[in-house]
């Protein structure tokens, strides 16, 4: 049924609705006339055809030579082989001189036979006994020289795979989603490969492997790739590259050279099982002698396997994952209606997440349609017992993707999973009696995301689709807390001109969520949607619907390369029925957003710096009621100067909005006019010692403000040790913080109370990493980071009326209000003749979270771990400022400890 109304909404009701409605007319038209002005104003530059032909010059090429016998890989290159294979030695500098000639020398060699690519560097300098040989764990960051090989085996102009090796021997790859060489950049794709390096008295050589079944390429007999060739020498900051890409040029694979002479080599149809074994160890704080679930040791064995489907495509399945040797999320405290979003570090769900996602478009705002963490995530139903053994994590009984790319340039991603119910233990000591209760349902989760490319300039189009299927029980309580079934997707689009450097993008969607009625009476109520604001009428709250859709669309204009000028202008929205928090992830829906930018720049250092930019931009957001939500504007400015230390400031602009979420279900409420500054200074990169120092400040005129510090440092004693530390400091006084809704409010209020406070929270943290380095194959990893947290309430009041900049607060003078603080921190109000009680919220939390990962990889691909992790926690109710000992209270407070033994055996064939 509809909401029913109150005499107060009733009254005003029609002139309401017709002001909202002119509220929308007028927001949507200003929207739209501040985004045909700025198009206008970047389209004369863009009017190049969206598919012109690329540059008629011929792109450099190298040429791969068959091998005649075998490659022992040992670092030496001394195999006649490699005299007989042609050079490539024409690299120029990247950085720090674009375009000048290298002050070292650098000379590869390609070769090839029915099973493997091999490559060999030599890289000499005039002083090799500078070369650095620092060793870490594969992929990792160190001081050393890097030598690098991207391979665009497609020949798309837009994937590439990277294979590096450095001077201390140390392995690293990814896998490039996207025509861009930071974004959509996956550095968790591992393949199985070798590379041997060795440092001599002229400087250093490397050899490289590379299995033709750890690429994906097309079925043609004569094979043509992309090609890019690039080393960096650290301590000089100097990068080369074999094809030169400019600074200030868009694109990354579009641009590499050719590789050619490969043939003969059918694509291999690759097959690899991964079977694991895994024992653990509990040891846990403060145990009760009556709870019957301490359970100290356990066990479980699962596998991963990697099937070629053909020359394009392969198929990832799991069975029973494990991620036991995962870092835990850092510890956080979350004070708002919205959920933590925190990163995939789980490494099936990693590897290929650029694809399913379809982040590798890189829009702004895109929908995530796929929120990988929804699978395997913490059960949402409860259980009641004087002891519970709830699971933390939903198992995942299987798992399995198929990705990749047909010949005429479509890219396929899917991913089907399948969680079962999971059930919490429970035990009544005065029964005697343990039980069992259902707190997840059996689930099933869908995802495909197709892409296909058209035209010379990797324009594409995309669609993405999402789906889960929970099995609820019609008796359970489940059936009230989850839906039965969700679906979404859409189509997405990326028009490129003139090599990326003019970009239109876009997407058009829909979402439908299905259930029981009051599994969907909740979803209408969540943060996501608020149906029930009571001063709102272009949505209603219907407990007896039993689904709920809606749509989103966005549409944006990018200039994206450019020695001097940059910009971009976007429109998009989300109605309010649009939801895809099941399988995806959202803040919130009923939202129509605009933002616009221009960036000014030199990509050419001159005397005084390396490089600079100064942006200036725009952001605002209307809902659909017609009432701004946001407005800001942001002044940014980055240097590097010639010592390529990075200076980066900003300053934003908020202007008075008002809030639809912050009532929580209530009516709007004013947000205040304010501003925040920030600094931060970032020493050069790759170095033995680097470090970091930021701080920002912000402040309203409701009084809030808020100044953060955070600041790291990173160093290097030894080639095989490394460390750093990250402190991070933060005060704030929020000045409308929710507390919660009472009844017995005013007409003015809909009878509610709609209760607030100022809070003062601080929070002080450390990250600590300690990693020794044996061999690239044999580290330990050790990671700790203790947290404190604290908040006080004071200033207690309820919105007078809707869209209220003030709060009347209870106890102020002439507000006819008491308050009542007890010794526990709850509160009694009392209002004329009725009164209410508030419950005690001040807080001081301690966290500590530590990883040591001991990590050998005995074979290729074939990996120990020996896993130690502890989770410790406290809290006091007394609000007080945290400070730095707190740290150390932290590391002491009780918790409980893991211990994890895994083994993989890698079994690899064609």
């Known amino acids: 049924m509809p909401n029913s109304h109150s005499p107060a909404r009733s009254t005003f009701a029609t002139a309401r609705r017709a002001a909202t409605a002119r509220r929308a007319a007028t927001a949507r038209r200003a929207a739209i006339s501040c985004a045909l002005t700025l198009a206008a104003t970047l389209a004369p530059a863009s009017r190049a055809r969206a598919q012109g032909s690329p540059a008629s010059t011929r792109l450099p090429t190298a040429r791969a030579s068959r091998l005649d016998g075998a490659v022992h890989l040992d670092g030496l290159m001394d195999e006649a082989a490699w005299n007989r294979a042609e050079a490539i030695r024409d690299f120029v500098q990247k950085i720090p001189l674009e375009g000048a000639v290298p002050t070292v020398t650098t000379e590869v060699r390609i070769l090839y036979d029915d099973a493997a690519l091999y490559v060999g560097a030599r890289l000499t300098r005039p002083d090799p006994q500078a070369i650095r040989r620092s060793i870490t764990r594969r992929d990792g960051e160190s001081d050393a020289e890097v030598f690098t090989v991207s391979l665009d085996p497609y020949h798309d102009r837009r994937t590439a795979y990277a294979f590096s090796i450095s001077s201390g021997g140390v392995r690293g790859d990814a896998y490039h989603a996207q025509d861009s060489e930071d974004s959509g950049r996956e550095p968790q794709y591992d393949p199985v490969w070798s590379a041997r390096a060795r440092v001599d008295s002229a400087g250093w050589t490397a050899e490289m492997r590379i299995p033709f079944s750890q690429l994906r390429f097309n079925s043609s007999t004569q094979q043509v790739w992309g090609l890019q060739l690039t080393r960096e020498v650290a301590d000089k900051a100097e990068q080369l590259q074999w094809v030169l890409i400019p600074v200030s040029a868009a694109g990354y694979a579009s641009r590499f050279g050719l590789l050619e002479g490969i043939a003969g080599i059918p694509p291999a149809r690759r097959i690899e099982l991964l079977p694991y074994v895994a024992t653990e160890f509990t040891q846990r704080s403060n145990v009760d002698p009556r709870n019957p679930f301490n359970d100290r040791f356990g066990g479980r064995a699962g596998a991963d396997l990697k099937v070629g489907l053909g020359p394009n495509l392969s198929l990832d399945a799991t069975i029973n994952p494990d991620f036991g040797q995962v870092e835990a999320d850092p510890a956080v405290v979350n004070l708002t209606a919205f959920e933590q979003v925190f990163e995939e570090r789980r490494p099936f769900f990693v590897e290929g997440n650029e694809l399913l996602t379809g982040r590798g478009q890189s829009f702004i705002g895109r929908p995530t349609w796929f929120y990988s963490r929804r699978v395997g995530a913490q059960p949402r139903g409860t259980a009641q017992g004087d002891f519970v053994d709830a699971p933390h994590n939903t198992t995942i009984t299987t798992a399995a993707k198929v990705s990749g790319r047909l010949a005429r340039g479509l890219s396929i991603g899917a991913l089907a999973a399948v969680t079962p119910r999971e059930f919490a233990r429970t035990y009544h000591v005065d029964g ?479």
Do not use: C
């Open 432 to 910: 005697d009696s343990i039980g069992r209760i259902a707190v997840e349902p059996p689930s099933r989760f869908g995802v495909l995301r197709l892409q296909q490319e058209f035209g010379s300039q990797q324009s594409n189009v995309g669609a993405s689709f999402t789906t889960i299927d929970r099995s609820l029980d019609t008796r359970g309580a489940l059936q009230s807390l989850l839906p039965r079934d969700a679906i979404a997707g859409g189509v997405d689009w990326k028009l490129r001109y003139k090599q990326g450097m003019y970009e239109v993008t876009g997407w058009l969607g829909g979402s439908r969520v299905s259930g029981d009625a009051a599994a969907i009476a909740r979803l209408q109520r969540n943060s996501a949607h608020f149906f029930q604001r009571p001063d709102q009428d272009y949505v209603i709250f219907d407990p007896t619907r039993t689904s709920l859709s809606g749509a989103t669309a966005s549409l944006r204009l990018d200039k994206n390369a450019g020695r001097f000028t940059l910009g971009g202008i976007q429109l998009s929205t989300r109605t309010p029925g649009f939801d895809i928090n099941d399988a995806g992830q959202m803040r919130s829906g009923d939202d129509i957003d605009f933002n616009a930018d221009i960036q000014l720049r030199d990509t050419k250092p001159n005397p005084y710096v390396r490089f600079y930019q100064f942006g200036t931009s725009a952001v605002a957001g209307w809902n659909y009621g017609g009432y701004r939500q946001y407005l800001r504007f942001n002044q940014t400015a980055q240097a590097t100067l010639h010592s390529f230390l990075r200076l980066n400031a900003r300053g934003t602009l908020y202007v008075p909005s008002l809030s639809d979420d912050l009532t929580r279900g209530g009516p709007l409420i004013g947000t205040p006019a304010g501003y925040s500054v920030l600094g931060q200074v970032t020493s050069r990169a790759n170095m033995p010692t680097t470090w970091n120092a930021r701080t920002e400040y912000y402040h309203d005129a409701f009084g809030g403000w808020r100044w953060d510090v955070s600041t790291g440092i990173a160093t290097r004693p030894a080639p095989q040790w490394q460390g750093s530390v990250d402190p991070t400091f933060s005060r704030s006084v929020d000045a409308r913080q929710y507390v919660a809704t009472r009844s017995g409010g005013s007409a003015a209020t809909f009878g509610q109370r709609y209760v607030f406070a100022a809070v003062e929270r601080s929070t002080v943290s450390a990250r600590f990493r300690v990693n020794y380095a044996l061999t690239p194959n044999f580290t330990v990893e050790g990671y700790a980071e203790p947290f404190a947290a604290s908040g006080r309430f004071y200033g207690f009041g309820e919105v007078p009326a809707p869209r209220s900049n003030v709060l009347r607060v209870y106890g102020a003078s002439g507000t006819g209000t008491t308050l009542t603080r007890n010794a526990d921190g709850s509160a009694i109000v009392t209002d004329g003749a009725s009164s209410f009680g508030l419950p005690a919220l001040d807080f001081r939390r301690l966290s500590f979270r530590s990883n040591l990962v001991l990590r050998w990889e005995w074979l290729p691909g074939s990996t120990a771990f020996l896993v130690w992790q502890q989770s410790r926690s406290g809290q006091l109710l007394d609000g007080e400022l945290v400070r730095p000992h707190d740290l150390w209270d932290a590391v002491r407070a009780d918790g409980d400890n893991f211990v994890v033994f895994k083994i993989s055996y890698w079994i690899g064939a064609k």
